[in-house]
């Protein structure tokens, strides 16, 4: 009987412990801007993000001020009039404080905007909206393949 209820009370911690784990709220912290393609100008836009944006950010992580990033398009409609979502994420509060230090710095590294058919950003894209300090709620980041 002892057996039992020591294996019982056993069970029953673990899944309490697994429970206050997945309970727990990330430290990470994400920019989102949402942007709008103008005029049919794809080609200029994915350019400009390829070969500015990420390669900002692929910096950034092998210096370690970010922790990831995502471009993401979606398709565009009348209730949501944009076709990119780009995400920045920061490990924690520390590493986004830091930010526009950083950036400011990699962008002196990085040197001169890369553009396709010498369109200026505001030509090609425009920038609808920019969430700052969008806080995670899962500790982990699940993901699931296939």
């Not at 309970?23 to 994400?30: L, T, V």
């Not at 398009?73 to 920061?90: G, K, Q, V």
């Not at 001169?112 to 920019?130: C, G, S, T, V």
């Amino acid at each position: 009987m002892k057996i039992i209820n020591s294996k019982k009370l056993f069970i029953l911690f673990f899944l309490i412990s697994i429970q206050f784990s997945f309970a727990q709220k990330s430290e990470r912290i994400s920019t989102v801007d949402f942007v709008q393609i103008i005029d049919g100008n794809k080609a200029e836009t994915m350019f400009y993000y390829q070969y500015n944006w990420k390669v900002l950010r692929v910096m950034a992580m092998k210096k370690r001020y970010i922790a990831s990033f995502e471009i993401m398009e979606t398709p565009y409609s009348e209730e949501a009039p944009f076709h990119l979502m780009l995400i920045t994420t920061y490990k924690d509060k520390e590493q986004y404080e830091q930010r526009e230090k950083h950036f400011q710095e990699l962008i002196k590294e990085k040197g001169a905007l890369h553009l396709l058919n010498d369109k200026k950003p505001a030509e090609f894209r425009k920038n609808l909206f920019h969430k700052e300090n969008v806080i995670h709620e899962a500790k982990e980041i699940y993901v699931r393949k296939g």
